[in-house]
């Protein structure tokens, strides 16, 4: 009996393709409808693999490259809101599915692998630069910094202009970095009243000077809409939990809330002021924050009213969409605790008036 033959290297790979393949499916060319590339994605073991072809009267290889998952979350932050190497490969087949995936030559006359994905309404392309190694561009020019340092304090005068122009790449790419992780923190909010990075930027910022901590994510406790109005539905979700960010959108428009960094807790007597020198209330719309006047006075407790901030700046009942005894007015704003800079109407719009509700939102904020 002859021995088995031992496998070649290259029946392997073939094996490991057949057993593993992915997705293969072409992208034609946009100048050239006879012309197209053919994408192969194949995991061998916890490693991506990305094939490109081309196709004008007969296929060529032109790009084979492998990807890890720690790879791939240095291309593009966008990749860091997963946890895997499969979720990641699951967002890319949908993607070709949908038709969200394209081909082109960049100026160094490579190719992009281009993923068109949308974040919180925001139309993003993320590029694979196939033929290029190093994808950590700021550790580049951070070493390209250190370097300039060291080497070329006798040429200080002639490297300024390089050095300065250096330094301002840098500043932009950690700007972006930056609104990166506050376009992700937005999108896992998950929030229908909170609208762009500018208004989360205020709030946080606000929060993390109230707190002299650093504010790391929003986790939400409560969404109307989706939980169902009502006590008994807010207070098993957001009650005797401390450090609550309150949104509120009223059905005329108007979009506010408040932070406290106590609990509200459940009442069943007369209402119940509580202190903190924390909190604040704020206008998504005008893009303001407003301190606190009267700090014995921030929070109100109530049998029947979900969430107060001082005496009558923000009421919301517990039944905020059909308002009390039924009459759909579920909220009440005025102008009792904070300074509104002057400001004629209260946070709603109109002061010291039952107004209607349309969304009201809790999360919990969780800092570093």
Same mark, same amino acid.
């Given at each position: 009996?002859? /021995? /088995?033959?031992?496998?070649? !290297?290259? *029946? ?14 072409? $992208?034609?060319?946009? %100048? ?5 590339? &053919? =994408?192969?994605?194949?995991?061998? @073991?916890? $490693? ?34 997963? @946890?895997?190497?499969? @979720? =990641? ?8 599915? #949908? ?12 190719? +992009? ?5 949308? &974040? ?10 196939? &033929? ?18 060291? #080497?070329?304090? +006798?040429?200080? !005068? ?15 790419? *950690?700007?972006?970095?930056? %609104?990166?992780?506050?376009? #992700? ?58 450090? $609550? ?5 009223? #059905? ?21 002021? !509580? ?15 407003? /301190? ?18 001082? /005496? ?8 905020? &969409? ?33 107004? @209607? ?12």
């Amino acid at each position: 009996m002859e /021995p /088995p033959q031992a496998i070649t !290297k290259y *029946e392997k790979e073939e094996n490991d393709k057949k057993n593993s393949k992915i997705s293969c499916f072409k $992208i034609f060319d946009q %100048e050239s409808k006879e012309k197209y590339y &053919l =994408i192969e994605l194949w995991k061998k @073991e916890e $490693i991506l693999v990305i094939v490109l072809k081309n196709y004008v009267s007969s296929i060529h290889l032109i790009y084979e490259g492998e990807f890890s998952f720690l790879n791939i979350i240095k291309i593009n932050k966008y990749f860091r809101m997963y @946890e895997t190497l499969d @979720e =990641i490969i699951q967002n890319i087949i949908e993607l070709q599915n #949908k038709g969200l995936i394209s081909i082109s030559k960049n100026l160094n006359d490579n190719f +992009d692998f281009i993923l068109n994905v949308e &974040l919180n309404k925001e139309k993003i392309q993320i590029k694979f630069e196939l &033929l290029f190694k190093e994808n950590n561009l700021l550790s580049q020019l951070s070493n390209l910094l250190n370097l300039t340092e060291k #080497k070329c304090k +006798d040429y200080e !005068k002639e490297n300024k202009e390089l050095k300065e122009t250096l330094l301002e790449l840098k500043l932009k790419l *950690e700007k972006n970095e930056s %609104e990166f992780y506050l376009l #992700k923190t937005l999108h896992k909010m998950n929030s229908s009243i909170i609208f762009d990075i500018d208004e989360l930027i205020i709030v946080k910022n606000q929060i993390e000077n109230n707190m002299n901590q650093k504010v790391n994510y929003f986790k939400q406790l409560y969404k109307g809409t989706r939980d169902g109005e009502g006590m008994n539905n807010i207070k098993t979700r957001a009650f005797n939990i401390n450090n $609550i960010l309150l949104l509120v959108r009223s #059905k005329s428009g108007f979009r506010f809330g408040g932070f406290t960094s106590i609990c509200f807790e459940e009442i069943s007597g007369n209402d119940i002021y !509580k202190s903190d020198d924390k909190s604040f209330v704020f206008s998504l719309d005008r893009k303001e924050t407003y /301190p606190i006047i009267k700090k014995e006075q921030a929070m109100r407790l109530s049998k029947d009213r979900a969430f107060m901030f001082g /005496p009558n700046d923000i009421w919301v009942y517990g039944n905020f &969409l059909s308002g009390k005894n039924g009459n759909k007015l579920g909220g009440y704003t005025g102008q009792g605790t904070y300074d509104y800079k002057g400001l004629n109407a209260a946070l709603s719009g109109i002061n010291q008036q039952y107004f @209607e509700l349309q969304e009201v939102e809790a999360y919990q904020v969780i800092y570093l």
